[in-house]
C-alpha cells in the first residue's frame, strides 16, 4: 500500500506562481512514477506533468513552459511549481502515484487551485 498527501493549493492571482508537494509512503520502493492530474466540474481528468524514477518527464501541451515537475532525492516527493497561472488553470489537482505492484494508481485526496483576481 501507498499513501498519497498533496499540499500547497491554494488561491492566485493570474500571472502569479504556486508549488505543489506530493509526499508518497508505505511501500515506496514499488513506485515506478508519480504525477500530477487536475479536475474541473463536468470534465474528464487530465495528465498535467508525470515523473518516472529514472527521471523521464512528460507534460501537457497547455502547461508546459510554465509548469515544471520535479522530485526530492529519496524520490518519493515530488513538486509541481506552476508558473504564469492563468484561469484556466483552477481545478482541483490530484497527485498519481504509479506502482509496479497494481494496476491502477494511488491518488492523494486533491487540492484545490484557484487562478482568479
Known amino acids: 500500500q501507498v499513501q498519497v498527501v498533496e499540499s500547497g493549493g491554494g488561491l492566485v492571482q493570474p500571472g502569479g506562481s504556486l508549488r505543489l508537494s506530493c509526499a508518497a509512503s508505505?511501500?515506496?520502493?514499488?513506485?515506478?512514477?508519480m504525477g500530477w492530474y487536475r479536475q474541473t466540474p463536468g470534465k474528464q481528468r487530465e495528465l498535467v506533468a508525470r515523473?518516472?524514477?529514472?527521471?523521464?518527464?512528460n507534460y501537457a501541451d497547455s502547461v508546459k513552459g510554465r509548469f515544471t515537475i520535479s522530485r526530492a532525492d529519496a524520490k518519493n516527493t515530488v513538486y509541481l511549481q506552476m508558473n504564469s497561472l492563468i484561469p484556466e488553470d483552477t481545478a482541483v489537482y490530484l497527485c498519481s502515484v504509479d506502482s509496479i505492484l497494481r494496476s491502477n494508481p494511488y491518488w492523494g485526496q486533491g487540492t484545490q487551485v484557484t487562478v482568479s483576481s
Open positions: 515523473i518516472t524514477v529514472g527521471g523521464r518527464t
Open positions: 508505505g511501500s515506496i520502493v514499488s513506485i515506478s512514477a
